[in-house]
């Protein structure tokens, strides 16, 4: 554990409380893209296997087990809640999530640690979570005008995993042959798929206006 990692672990679980937040309040997951939301799910549980065998603190525990269950409450609402579904956009939602599952199984297969199911579903999760957040970006988009909650969602998620390259570039030089190179590139790609929404996020912030991106 580090500054960085903990700072990553903080924004990230930030993220899901913002959006949570959003649910709850307003009764609306509007501007949310349920592929997304779903490909976070099939994030954590594929990456959380070794919760099954294996205990490494109380703290990693616990993150492990609210990301897993914030992701899959998430999803549930999106779907089944009776007034929160009735809002979700379904028409402009319409990114084909399932290449990226496809896309990422493939990359899983060929490029691991080691050809164990669960080394396999590990890197499944690291090179899907890099992609997970398009089919929230063209929905944004999309829509074009975003509301406050959900662009702070979508910039600390952002924030999260620009403080976790910071925590593999720290543990590079502090630790002894600590190498890990599939996230590290699944990291830069991800963080490099947010650079045009951090550029209007600052750009809203700078003039104080509501954010609104490109179609």
């Known amino acids: 554990m580090n500054v960085f990692r903990f700072a990553g ?5 930030f993220s899901v409380l913002v959006l949570l937040l959003k649910i709850y309040a ?5 501007g949310i893209s349920l592929k997304t939301q779903e490909l976070y799910a099939l994030v954590f549980l594929t990456r959380y296997l070794d919760l099954l065998t294996d205990f490494i603190s109380l703290y990693n525990t616990v993150m492990k087990l609210v990301f897993i269950s ?9 779907r089944a809640h009776p007034v929160v579904r009735r809002t979700y956009d379904k028409d402009q939602d ?12 493939v990359l899983a297969l060929l490029f691991h640690d080691r050809f164990t199911i ?49 925590n593999w570039i720290y543990r590079y030089f502090t630790e002894q042959h600590f190498s890990r190179w599939i996230p590290w590139i699944a990291g830069l790609v991800q963080t490099g798929l947010y650079a045009d929404f951090f ?4 750009l809203s912030w700078k003039n104080n ?4 991106l490109p179609a």
């Open 94 to 105: 319409t990114f084909r999530h399932y290449t990226l599952v496809a896309g990422s199984l």
């Open 70 to 78: 914030s992701s899959l409450a998430i999803v549930w609402c999106m």
């Open 199 to 202: 550029y209007y996020y600052y």
């Open 118 to 166: 669960r080394e396999v579903c590990w890197a499944l999760s690291i090179y899907l979570e890099a992609v997970a957040i398009l089919p929230q970006l063209v929905l944004l988009q999309r829509s074009r005008n975003v509301d406050n909650l959900t662009g702070q969602y979508v910039f600390f998620l952002g924030a999260y995993r620009a403080f976790y390259i910071l």
């Open 9 to 13: 672990d903080m924004t990230h679980l």
């Open 209 to 212: 206006v509501k954010l609104q």
């Open 26 to 30: 307003t009764k609306s997951c509007s």
